[in-house]
Antibody, heavy 118, light 108 residues
Framework: QVQLVESGGGVVQPETSLTLSCVAS????????MHWVRQAPGKGLEWVAF????????SCADSVRGRCTISRDNFRNTLFLQMNSLGSEDTAVYYC???????????WGQGTLVTFSS | SYVLTQAPSVSVAPGKTATITCGGN??????VHWYQQKPGQAPVQVIH???DRPLGIPERISGSSSGNTATLTITRVEAGDEADYYC???????????FGGGTKLTVL
């Protein structure tokens, strides 16, 4: 069965960077585009970043542009999100999700929590 | 940027029909997707491509769209349907995703 397992969250200091990982299993990772979505405590879902199946196309939301790098390793079935210059607004649970044809997110991981601490 | 507008909350009695709407400019010509999220859990897709149910989603849950409004309808509402529901659209041209603010469904 499809599984997505995120890791790398934790307490972060001002102006530091963080790299999150998402290990995929149960499907051919290299054939699917992927996303990161985050959710601040008590708030709604916010799309963060996208990367195509071969990594040639990627994008980041306006709220994180310039601080966000999404990448993938298709040999290790792993998706990454690097965030720089972290601030309180980045406190959230970060989910990775699989892109389904048509633009929906058909499978989600359980998320990894990033907490900003001043 | 594409704005999706959802009412913050909807309440319905058990056995009745819940209607959750998602407003967006010309959303009727877009592919709309819906997710259910229960407290402490990851979102689960309940509708994709405006009207299609993934495997395992009950027929009580359906989607539709017209004009500037997409709608998620849950008939014969059960206590287990109590959750937050989010609509979502994908803009393939600019490779951007957009979520509505979410609607909290309360079963009375």
């Amino acid at each position: 069965q499809v599984q997505l397992v995120e890791s790398g969250g934790g307490v972060v200091q001002p102006e530091t960077s963080l790299t999150l990982s998402c290990v995929a299993s149960g499907f051919t990772f290299a054939l699917f585009s992927m996303h990161w979505v985050r959710q601040a405590p008590g708030k709604g879902l916010e799309w963060v970043a996208f990367i195509s199946s071969n990594g040639n196309t990627d994008s980041c939301a306006d709220s994180v542009r310039g601080r966000c790098t999404i990448s993938r390793d298709n040999f290790r079935n792993t998706l990454f999100l690097q965030m720089n210059s972290l601030g309180s607004e980045d406190t959230a649970v970060y989910y990775c999700a699989r892109h389904r044809e048509g633009g929906s997110f058909d499978y989600w991981g359980q998320g990894t929590l990033v907490t900003f601490s001043s | 940027s594409y704005v999706l507008t959802q009412a913050p909350s909807v309440s319905v009695a058990p056995g009745k029909t819940a209607t959750i709407t998602c407003g967006g400019n010309n959303i009727g010509i877009k592919s709309v997707h819906w997710y259910q999220q229960k407290p402490g859990q990851a979102p689960v897709q309940v509708i994709h491509s405006t009207t299609d149910r993934p495997l395992g989603i009950p027929e009580r849950i359906s989607g539709s769209s017209s004009g500037n409004t997409a709608t998620l309808t849950i008939t014969r509402v059960e206590a287990g349907d109590e959750a937050d529901y989010y609509c979502q659209v994908w803009d393939a041209v600019i490779a951007f995703g957009f979520f509505g603010g979410g609607t909290k469904l309360t079963v009375l």
